[in-house]
C-alpha cells in the first residue's frame, strides 16, 4: 500500500513569488492535514480538510490556502512569500480523524 | 485540544528501557493520547495511542495514570534507531474540528 506522497521535495523560490505543494494521502483516507516545521522547531497547525472542505485551520496569514479535491488529494498554496516561510512542510492523511500518516515532506526555501 | 508537556531532552543506554513521561493535566473525557516520534526531519510516525486503558504494541507499551493527567511511552529495549524526537499529544474523537497541536516535544538520545 503506497503512504502519503509529496512533490516536490525540495522547492525553491524567492520573496514575493507564490509556492504550490501537492499531497496524496493514502488510498481510502478523507482528511488531509498541513503542518509547518521550521528548522528546529515543533510542527504547526496549518490545515486541516475532510471530505473536499476546510475544517479548521492554524494561526497563519490569509496568504497561506489550499483545497481538497474529489480524489482527496490536497494542495497548498502560498502567496507573497517571505524568507521566515522557508520551512519543511508536512502532509498528513487520516481515515476519518484517527492516527495521521505523514508524508516525507516538502522542503521549501525563500531567498 | 488539551496542551502536552514534555522534558526538552533525555538520554538512555542502548538495551535499557527509554520511559518518556507527558502532562496532560486539562485533558478532557473524550480526548485520547498520541503518540508520534520523528526521526532526522522525516514527517512523524504514529507510535502508539490510549483513551484510559494501558496499551502495548510491537514498539512500545503506554501507560495513562487513572486520573489521566499524565502518561508514560515505554521503549523496552532502546536502541540507536530509536534515537528521534517524541510527541505527545491529545486529540478528541473522530470528527471532532481538531488543530492537532503538536509541541515541541522530547529529544531522545539512545548511547551505546
Known amino acids: 500500500e503506497a503512504g502519503v506522497t509529496q512533490s516536490p521535495t525540495h522547492l525553491i523560490k524567492t520573496r514575493g513569488q507564490q509556492a504550490t505543494l501537492r499531497c496524496s494521502p493514502i488510498?481510502?483516507?478523507?482528511?488531509v492535514y498541513w503542518y509547518q516545521q521550521a528548522l528546529g522547531l515543533g510542527l504547526q497547525f496549518l490545515l486541516w480538510?475532510?471530505?473536499?472542505?476546510?475544517?479548521n485551520r492554524g494561526n497563519f496569514p490569509p496568504r497561506f490556502s489550499g483545497r481538497q479535491f474529489p480524489n482527496y488529494s490536497s494542495e497548498l498554496n502560498v502567496n507573497a512569500l517571505e524568507l521566515e516561510d522557508s520551512a519543511l512542510y508536512l502532509c498528513?492523511?487520516?481515515?476519518?480523524?484517527?492516527?495521521?500518516?505523514f508524508g516525507s515532506g516538502t522542503q521549501l526555501s525563500v531567498l | 485540544d488539551a496542551k502536552t508537556t514534555q522534558p526538552p531532552s533525555m538520554d538512555c543506554a542502548e538495551g535499557r528501557a527509554a520511559n518518556l513521561p507527558c502532562n496532560h493535566s486539562?485533558?478532557?473525557?473524550?480526548?485520547?493520547v498520541y503518540w508520534y516520534r520523528q526521526i532526522h526531519s522525516q514527517g512523524p510516525q504514529y507510535i502508539i495511542h490510549?483513551?484510559?486503558n494501558n496499551e502495548t504494541n510491537e514498539m512500545a507499551s503506554l501507560i495513562i495514570t487513572e486520573d489521566r493527567k499524565s502518561s508514560t511511552l515505554i521503549l523496552p529495549h532502546a536502541t540507536l534507531r530509536d534515537t528521534a524526537v517524541y510527541y505527545c499529544?491529545?486529540?478528541?474523537?473522530?470528527?471532532?474540528?481538531?488543530?492537532?497541536?503538536f509541541g515541541t516535544g522530547t529529544r531522545l538520545q539512545v548511547t551505546l
Open positions: 486539562t485533558i478532557s473525557g473524550n480526548e485520547y
Open positions: 480538510y475532510d471530505e473536499g472542505e476546510e475544517r
Open positions: 498528513a492523511s487520516s481515515p476519518r480523524g484517527e492516527k495521521l500518516f
Open positions: 488510498s481510502g483516507h478523507t482528511s
Open positions: 499529544i491529545v486529540r478528541g474523537t473522530t470528527g471532532t474540528a481538531s488543530k492537532l497541536t
Open positions: 490510549g483513551l484510559k
